[in-house]
């Protein structure tokens, strides 16, 4: 029987698998393309007050774990004190078995604390006091975190408005880890939002002037996009329930731009028009300034009206979605791959019946002369789990090259979360070592080698190209 979470067995179920790891993957740097890090704590070398303020605050994951064992709300987002909510987190850990918060939290523990004791309801208190103790010592800040996990890269996630201050910040510093925006416009293209005259009005203070056409809105967009990519952006990203596709003619945008700014209803086929138009010009700058767009495409929000109405958005209550996409998204690719307008794209999906279908449509859009320019990527989410992770390298080996892959990405709020690409490279590792020692791929370590190190590092690398930005 393998000890619990052995380091050199933990997800290694063969040779193969354990040689790979250790000898290819295990040191390589981290690059994490799509986080949501706070770059004002990175250029401010933030400390924390407590384990209960870096670990739990803002883990949805966690939430939810907690509220399921039936964890009351005040012990979770409520006004208990830190060292009652790592309490009640430490109660619910042991029967979170089968779920990867068992794995990572672990991880995260032994990583950034030394502590390799289980948290229980009998080890709480000394883990909660050895945590504290390195907390409030000078030396654990986020710029020593970051350090510490060998991040050499991090894409942040951006608002179009945002004065990009604190990236200017680290840019300047002699901070060793490369911080750099990534353009979010999902707020610019939410015009069925009630605030979204609101927003028109913030971005307006951004560029200088009043927006009350739709040609200036387009002036304004622009400007903000040569300002982030001045700034050191290379991505974009965006989030959408699925994905839309109705043509309108600029007569029609116009229009509709015109209606909204008067607060008149607008229906929902022009919604769809308007954010298909704007998602359509967007496609053409990105591939004019060279970034990579990322779609995440299937999350559903906040079914739970009541603790939307109590908590907020962001608090924990999304689910999976189970909307069907591929046509449309097929259609607005195809519409700017004819214009020869396709910028890189990484397609993410919440949804694991997606999976077979992104990977194939992946395939559809690839280009010469470009490696694996359209990206089915990661697990995303609720799918960064090991049969998540699993069935998303499965789809993509199958009906694309496994070998041309980015790799993973955190998409997380914290500074604790980079065992999760060590989880990622474990899982990788043994899936193809399986394939070694069933005789289903060659045993050839140093072609292995080298695919599980692209895969890992040397991929994003290349695609983002990175060595031309440092």
């Given at each position: 029987?393998?000890?619990?979470?052995?380091?050199?067995?933990?997800?290694?179920?063969?040779?193969?698998?354990?040689?790979?790891?250790?000898?290819?993957?295990?040191?390589?740097?981290?690059?994490?393309?799509?986080?949501?890090?706070?770059?004002?704590?990175?250029?401010?070398?933030?400390?924390?007050?407590?384990?209960?303020?870096?670990?739990?605050?803002?883990?949805?994951?966690?939430?939810?774990?907690?509220?399921?064992?039936?964890?009351?709300?005040?012990?979770?987002?409520?006004?208990?004190?830190?060292?009652?909510?790592?309490?009640?987190?430490?109660?619910?850990?042991?029967?979170?078995?089968?779920?990867?918060?068992?794995?990572?939290?672990?991880?995260?523990?032994?990583?950034?604390?030394?502590?390799?004791?289980?948290?229980?309801?009998?080890?709480?208190?000394?883990?909660?006091?050895?945590?504290?103790?390195?907390?409030?010592?000078?030396?654990?800040?986020?710029?020593?975190?970051?350090?510490?996990?060998?991040?050499?890269?991090?894409?942040?996630?951006?608002?179009?408005?945002?004065?990009?201050?604190?990236?200017?910040?680290?840019?300047?510093?002699?901070?060793?880890?490369?911080?750099?925006?990534?353009?979010?416009?999902?707020?610019?293209?939410?015009?069925?939002?009630?605030?979204?005259?609101?927003?028109?009005?913030?971005?307006?203070?951004?560029?200088?002037?009043?927006?009350?056409?739709?040609?200036?809105?387009?002036?304004?967009?622009?400007?903000?996009?040569?300002?982030?990519?001045?700034?050191?952006?290379?991505?974009?990203?965006?989030?959408?329930?699925?994905?839309?596709?109705?043509?309108?003619?600029?007569?029609?945008?116009?229009?509709?731009?015109?209606?909204?700014?008067?607060?008149?209803?607008?229906?929902?086929?022009?919604?769809?028009?308007?954010?298909?138009?704007?998602?359509?010009?967007?496609?053409?700058?990105?591939?004019?300034?060279?970034?990579?767009?990322?779609?995440?495409?299937?999350?559903?929000?906040?079914?739970?009206?009541?603790?939307?109405?109590?908590?907020?958005?962001?608090?924990?209550?999304?689910?999976?979605?189970?909307?069907?996409?591929?046509?449309?998204?097929?259609?607005?690719?195809?519409?700017?791959?004819?214009?020869?307008?396709?910028?890189?794209?990484?397609?993410?999906?919440?949804?694991?019946?997606?999976?077979d279908m992104l990977a194939t449509l992946a395939g559809s859009f690839q280009k010469e002369g470009i490696k694996g320019k359209v990206q089915f990527g990661t697990a995303w989410w609720f799918n960064d789990q090991k049969d998540g992770m699993?069935?998303?390298?499965?789809?993509?080996?199958?009906?694309?090259?496994?070998?041309?892959?980015?790799?993973?990405?955190?998409?997380?709020?914290?500074?604790?979360?980079?065992?999760?690409?060590?989880?990622?490279?474990?899982?990788l590792c043994n899936l193809i070592g399986t394939w070694v020692e069933s005789g289903e791929a060659p045993n050839d370590k140093k072609l292995l080698g080298k695919i599980v190190q692209d895969i890992s590092y040397n991929n994003a690398f290349?695609?983002?190209?990175?060595?031309?930005?440092?």
């Amino acid at each position: 029987m393998k000890r619990f979470m052995d380091e050199e067995t933990f997800l290694l179920n063969n040779e193969t698998a354990k040689l790979l790891y250790h000898d290819y993957a295990s040191n390589l740097p981290i690059i994490d393309y799509h986080c949501h890090l706070d770059p004002q704590a990175i250029a401010e070398n933030r400390g924390f007050e407590s384990i209960t303020e870096i670990w739990l605050a803002g883990d949805h994951y966690k939430w939810r774990a907690m509220r399921t064992f039936g964890i009351k709300e005040a012990y979770i987002t409520g006004n208990r004190t830190d060292e009652e909510k790592f309490q009640a987190w430490a109660k619910t850990l042991p029967y979170t078995i089968g779920n990867p918060l068992l794995h990572w939290s672990a991880m995260e523990l032994k990583k950034y604390f030394g502590v390799e004791e289980q948290l229980s309801s009998d080890s709480w208190r000394d883990i909660y006091d050895i945590c504290n103790r390195q907390i409030n010592s000078e030396g654990f800040h986020v710029k020593k975190l970051l350090t510490d996990s060998n991040v050499e890269w991090i894409c942040t996630t951006d608002d179009p408005t945002d004065a990009l201050q604190h990236h200017k910040a680290i840019a300047g510093s002699a901070f060793s880890t490369s911080v750099t925006p990534t353009f979010r416009p999902d707020r610019l293209l939410r015009i069925d939002r009630e605030d979204y005259n609101e927003y028109i009005e913030h971005l307006g203070e951004s560029v200088g002037f009043s927006i009350d056409n739709f040609p200036l809105l387009v002036d304004a967009i622009m400007m903000r996009m040569d300002y982030f990519h001045a700034n050191g952006c290379f991505i974009s990203d965006h989030a959408f329930t699925s994905i839309p596709f109705a043509r309108a003619t600029d007569k029609e945008l116009s229009a509709i731009f015109t209606k909204k700014l008067a607060n008149l209803l607008l229906s929902d086929h022009e919604v769809e028009q308007y954010t298909t138009e704007l998602l359509l010009l967007l496609g053409r700058k990105y591939a004019e300034l060279g970034w990579t767009m990322q779609l995440h495409i299937g999350a559903a929000r906040d079914p739970n009206t009541r603790m939307l109405q109590k908590l907020g958005s962001d608090s924990g209550f999304d689910f999976i979605g189970d909307w069907n996409f591929g046509e449309k998204l097929a259609l607005f690719m195809n519409e700017l791959e004819y214009e020869d307008k396709l910028p890189k794209t990484i397609l993410y999906n919440l949804n694991a019946v997606h999976n077979d279908m992104l990977a194939t449509l992946a395939g559809s859009f690839q280009k010469e002369g470009i490696k694996g320019k359209v990206q089915f990527g990661t697990a995303w989410w609720f799918n960064d789990q090991k049969d998540g992770m699993e069935k998303q390298l499965n789809s993509l080996s199958n009906f694309g090259l496994l070998s041309t892959f980015v790799g993973m990405l955190t998409d997380s709020r914290s500074f604790l979360s980079y065992p999760r690409h060590d989880y990622f490279r474990r899982i990788l590792c043994n899936l193809i070592g399986t394939w070694v020692e069933s005789g289903e791929a060659p045993n050839d370590k140093k072609l292995l080698g080298k695919i599980v190190q692209d895969i890992s590092y040397n991929n994003a690398f290349e695609y983002f190209r990175l060595g031309e930005r440092k």
